[in-house]
């Protein structure tokens, strides 16, 4: 009983960090990529300070709740494959943080850039977050590597019948959904510039969730 609860609060926390990603990421129409890195968006100047607020909490909520999620899935797993149960707790505790890690440093550069552009200084805003993305780089890098390595613990637990789940489940993980949303946008720009492509990502996050859900019925 209490895995199903974790997993349906695994499956709302993708889509609470879904929710997370539009508050930061949806930027409109005539956006443009500005900077030496091409990381400012040109509509941040036009978005309220509020909304990179209430998506890193909305986030944080979002990326505890998928941290139950991954809790399910590895005690359904450990009957079956100990050995691949704790790969999976640890790559997927890490992945929670390194969720929250990365959507925070992404909603704190438009709070920089912005402050900055109060003195109308773009170099200075520029050089600013050219420096701070140098710093962050290190653990947002790391921080992919261990989703990937929680989303390949998943895959290969369906694939070895680990977990009793349709083999099309596979797909059902945050790099398919976001390799989805990116072949939408090159394909569709003009529809597509910032959903469904931004909040895909997560929903993948939340469908391990859904995994779990499936597994136990």
Request: charged share 10%; proline share 4%; glycine share 10%.
């Amino acid at each position: 009983m209490m895995n199903m609860i974790f997993s349906i609060l695994g499956l709302a926390g993708g889509i609470l960090c879904a929710v997370g990603d539009i508050l930061f990421d949806l930027k409109g129409k005539n956006n443009r990529k500005l900077g030496t890195s091409g990381n400012i968006d040109s509509n941040w100047i036009n978005m309220s300070y509020r909304r990179f607020g209430a998506s890193i909490l909305v986030a944080f909520i979002g990326d505890a709740l998928i941290g139950f999620g991954f809790y399910s899935l590895v005690d359904q797993m450990k009957s079956v494959s100990g050995t691949l149960a704790a790969f999976t707790a640890v790559c997927g505790y890490i992945s929670v943080i390194a969720g929250f890690f990365i959507h925070t440093v992404l909603c704190i550069q438009p709070i920089i850039y912005k402050k900055i552009m109060e003195t109308d200084n773009f170099k200075l805003a520029d050089d600013t977050l050219e420096a701070y993305y140098k710093a962050v780089m290190p653990p947002f890098l790391i921080g992919y590597g261990f989703i990937f390595a929680e989303t390949a613990c998943v895959v290969t637990a369906i694939l070895i019948g680990v977990l009793s789940v349709p083999t099309s489940f596979v797909l059902l993980n945050p790099f398919v959904f976001l390799i989805v949303g990116m072949l939408l946008r090159k394909i569709k720009p003009d529809l597509f510039y910032d959903l469904p492509g931004i909040i895909l990502p997560s929903l993948g996050m939340g469908m391990f969730g859904l995994i779990g859900i499936v597994n136990l019925l």
